[in-house]
């Protein structure tokens, strides 16, 4: 508003500068990604072709689709078990994802902000190495650790514990310990960052008042680091819910996940209406997710800005 | 350490330190196990039989892997050097400034890949591509180096905003007021300051292009594998070592990357 008030030539001309110089990055956002969501908007309501691609014909089948399926026999509708089993086993890993790194990942950013401050940066290295560190490679590498042949069963085979190998490999559990590899990183580096804030005069505060170590860290250490924990959250929930590689590779095709049941309507179902409808489905949740983020995490952020 | 506890330490917190350093291992030892087996003479990946570089000689031999290298190495090139370039001038439009209409929208447009499901904007792309690669009937690699570009700019445009908005318009003021153009005064002033972040942003692109799946999975075109899709593939398959030996040599480039990254980032904050 500041920039009607004033309204002079020059702070017009910057604007209009700074508009040029954002256009390149802008358009090619739009264009190589905004822009093509559009069109999944309008393929969601179109019919299916018979090889692929879509026919130029509205149709609401893909939305309905994405719930029930038609009977093929007396053509009525049914709740598509097979859709809402994916739905369900997706929200499911991705939440138990959530919970496990933030379990594994809280007290490891605990321990790295509270270092001496010159080997925090090294310590934040050394977490996110593997994080830089190629996602097949990291999904691959807990692939041989839990195959038959793999390293844990030979392991145990040889110690005698068990006589035939456990079948890890395609199994939710597999998924659940993949995705939760692979994303530990990810809850990590924001809850670090909310803790290094962390003042802990305030919890030296809470021991003179004969707080427990209990007490401290639930009265007073997780409600200030908060924000860093929903967006830890935040940020293994999203990429976890439209998993693609750790339930292709680890759950073998067998154990579908959102994003392989989007990938099977653009292959072997050929079927790009539900196919479309079903992305713009993970994305809303994906979005309500954010919103929710945006809710819980601004308020207090503001509130250190004051 | 003992001594400590003889002190009362506020910070300490009962069994933190097992649990990361239990995280540490865990992290390590998956990765640790894929490079060491790189190495393993024999076929198996649970048994070790000596010390062999021949899955390295393999793979170097393996037409197929050299070609989808080349592939990614060209591609992730020139998406990370496109990507930041659009990120370093958008960087420069939207930092140092007092809010202007549209700067919020600039943001949410340009972090966007970011908020979106690989998943999503791999389809999204695949329809929009398929549509185009009929139209035109070019089926080149251009369509990769678009997808990616667009989804790197983000990642770019972070470490470059980071650092310019540490740096105050002192310096580019008083350039200005000895009469330099805006051109000389973003290549004397402004770059040579900036470059850190230039250079952070450009490799960041750079791995990230690398390590893509899912979006080039969905819009690459027949014999346009890239080592990662090339690696899908295998694994999907069944793996020989040679996928460990490209693995190892994967491995080898992120962390120098990384560390070149690290060490760059750590002098600017010693200046």
Same mark, same amino acid.
């Given at each position: 508003?500041?920039?009607?008030?004033?309204?002079?030539?020059?702070?017009?001309?910057?604007?209009?500068?700074?508009?040029?110089?954002?256009?390149?990055?802008?358009?090619?956002?739009?264009?190589?990604?905004?822009?093509?969501?559009?069109?999944?908007?309008?393929?969601?309501?179109?019919?299916?072709?018979?090889?692929?691609?879509?026919?130029?014909?509205?149709?609401?089948?893909?939305?309905?689709?994405?719930?029930?399926?038609?009977?093929?026999?007396?053509?009525?509708?049914?709740?598509?078990?097979?859709?809402?089993?994916?739905?369900?086993?997706?929200?499911?890993?991705?939440?138990?994802?959530?919970?496990?790194?933030?379990?594994?990942?809280?007290?490891?950013?605990?321990?790295?902000?509270?270092?001496?401050?010159?080997?925090?940066?090294?310590?934040?290295?050394?977490?996110?190495?593997?994080?830089?560190?190629?996602?097949?490679?990291?999904?691959?590498?807990?692939?041989?650790?839990?195959?038959?042949?793999?390293?844990?069963?030979?392991?145990?085979?040889?110690?005698?514990?068990?006589?035939?190998?456990?079948?890890?490999?395609?199994?939710?559990?597999?998924?659940?310990?993949?995705?939760?590899?692979?994303?530990?990183?990810?809850?990590?580096?924001?809850?670090?960052?909310?803790?290094?804030?962390?003042?802990?005069?305030?919890?030296?505060?809470?021991?003179?008042?004969?707080?427990?170590?209990?007490?401290?860290?639930?009265?007073?250490?997780?409600?200030?680091?908060?924000?860093?924990?929903?967006?830890?959250?935040?940020?293994?929930?999203?990429?976890?819910?439209?998993?693609?590689?750790?339930?292709?590779?680890?759950?073998?095709?067998?154990?579908?996940?959102?994003?392989?049941?989007?990938?099977?309507?653009?292959?072997?179902?050929?079927?790009?209406?539900?196919?479309?409808?079903?992305?713009?489905?993970?994305?809303?949740?994906?979005?309500?997710?954010?919103?929710?983020?945006?809710?819980?995490?601004?308020?207090?952020?503001?509130?250190?800005?004051? | 350490?003992?001594?400590?506890?003889?002190?009362?330490?506020?910070?300490?917190?009962?069994?933190?330190?097992?649990?990361?350093?239990?995280?540490?291992? =865990?992290?390590?030892?998956?990765?640790?196990?894929?490079?060491?087996?790189?190495?393993?003479?024999?076929?198996?990946?649970?048994?070790?039989?000596?010390?062999?570089?021949?899955?390295? =000689?393999?793979?170097?031999?393996?037409?197929?892997?050299?070609?989808?290298?080349?592939?990614?190495?060209?591609?992730?090139?020139?998406?990370?050097?496109?990507?930041?370039?659009?990120?370093?001038?958008?960087?420069?439009?939207?930092?140092?400034?007092?809010?202007?209409?549209?700067?919020?929208?600039?943001?949410?447009?340009?972090?966007?890949?970011?908020?979106?499901?690989?998943?999503?904007?791999?389809?999204?792309?695949?329809?929009?591509?398929?549509?185009?690669?009929?139209?035109?009937?070019?089926?080149?690699?251009?369509?990769?180096?678009?997808?990616?570009?667009?989804?790197?700019?983000?990642?770019?445009?972070?470490?470059?905003?980071?650092?310019?908005?540490?740096?105050?318009?002192?310096?580019?003021?008083?350039?200005?007021?000895?009469?330099?153009?805006?051109?000389?005064?973003?290549?004397?002033?402004?770059?040579?300051?900036?470059?850190?972040?230039?250079?952070?942003?450009?490799?960041?692109?750079?791995?990230?292009?690398?390590?893509?799946?899912?979006?080039?999975?969905?819009?690459?075109?027949?014999?346009?594998?890239?080592?990662?899709?090339?690696?899908?593939?295998?694994?999907?398959?069944?793996?020989?070592?040679?996928?460990?030996?490209?693995?190892?040599?994967?491995?080898?480039?992120?962390?120098?990357?990384?560390?070149?990254?690290?060490?760059?980032?750590?002098?600017?904050?010693?200046?």
């Amino acid at each position: 508003m500041a920039g009607v008030v004033d309204g002079s030539r020059a702070r017009r001309r910057d604007i209009r500068k700074r508009w040029l110089l954002s256009s390149p990055a802008l358009i090619i956002v739009l264009a190589a990604a905004i822009g093509p969501l559009l069109v999944v908007v309008v393929y969601s309501f179109l019919t299916p072709g018979p090889y692929g691609d879509v026919l130029w014909k509205f149709s609401t089948e893909g939305w309905s689709n994405v719930l029930f399926e038609r009977d093929i026999f007396d053509n009525t509708l049914h709740l598509a078990t097979a859709n809402l089993t994916v739905f369900w086993r997706s929200v499911e890993l991705s939440m138990l994802t959530t919970l496990f790194t933030l379990v594994l990942g809280f007290p490891t950013a605990y321990f790295i902000a509270t270092r001496p401050a010159r080997w925090r940066d090294v310590w934040l290295f050394v977490v996110t190495i593997p994080f830089w560190t190629n996602l097949l490679i990291r999904t691959f590498a807990i692939e041989e650790l839990i195959r038959n042949q793999g390293i844990v069963n030979t392991l145990l085979i040889r110690f005698g514990l068990i006589q035939q190998p456990i079948q890890m490999m395609f199994t939710d559990f597999a998924i659940l310990l993949g995705m939760t590899y692979v994303y530990l990183p990810l809850m990590v580096l924001p809850i670090y960052a909310s803790l290094e804030k962390l003042d802990f005069r305030i919890v030296e505060a809470g021991y003179d008042l004969y707080a427990s170590r209990f007490a401290v860290l639930r009265r007073i250490v997780l409600p200030l680091v908060q924000p860093g924990l929903v967006a830890g959250s935040i940020l293994v929930f999203i990429p976890a819910l439209g998993a693609y590689v750790a339930p292709m590779v680890l759950g073998g095709g067998r154990k579908l996940m959102l994003g392989n049941l989007i990938d099977l309507q653009f292959g072997q179902a050929r079927n790009w209406p539900l196919g479309s409808a079903l992305s713009l489905t993970l994305m809303a949740v994906v979005t309500v997710a954010l919103l929710v983020y945006a809710r819980v995490a601004s308020p207090r952020q503001q509130h250190r800005y004051d | 350490m003992t001594d400590r506890r003889t002190r009362f330490d506020i910070r300490r917190q009962p069994g933190f330190g097992s649990v990361a350093w239990l995280c540490f291992v =865990v992290l390590y030892l998956p990765i640790l196990i894929v490079v060491v087996y790189a190495f393993n003479a024999g076929r198996s990946v649970a048994t070790w039989q000596g010390f062999s570089l021949r899955w390295f =000689v393999s793979a170097w031999h393996n037409q197929l892997i050299v070609e989808c290298s080349l592939r990614s190495l060209r591609i992730g090139s020139i998406a990370a050097v496109i990507s930041t370039i659009a990120a370093t001038m958008a960087a420069l439009a939207t930092t140092r400034t007092r809010p202007y209409p549209g700067l919020t929208l600039k943001y949410a447009i340009i972090n966007q890949p970011l908020m979106v499901p690989e998943i999503v904007t791999a389809v999204a792309l695949l329809i929009v591509f398929a549509r185009v690669k009929i139209w035109t009937g070019y089926t080149g690699l251009t369509y990769l180096v678009i997808a990616h570009t667009a989804f790197c700019i983000p990642f770019a445009y972070l470490p470059i905003r980071a650092r310019l908005e540490n740096m105050d318009r002192v310096l580019e003021t008083a350039a200005a007021d000895l009469y330099a153009s805006s051109w000389r005064v973003f290549r004397y002033v402004t770059f040579p300051r900036l470059w850190p972040g230039i250079l952070a942003g450009l490799m960041l692109a750079f791995v990230i292009s690398l390590d893509d799946v899912v979006i080039t999975q969905f819009v690459k075109s027949a014999g346009q594998d890239t080592l990662s899709t090339y690696m899908l593939g295998q694994l999907r398959r069944g793996v020989t070592p040679e996928v460990n030996a490209i693995s190892t040599i994967f491995v080898l480039i992120s962390i120098i990357v990384v560390v070149v990254f690290f060490i760059v980032n750590r002098k600017r904050s010693e200046q």
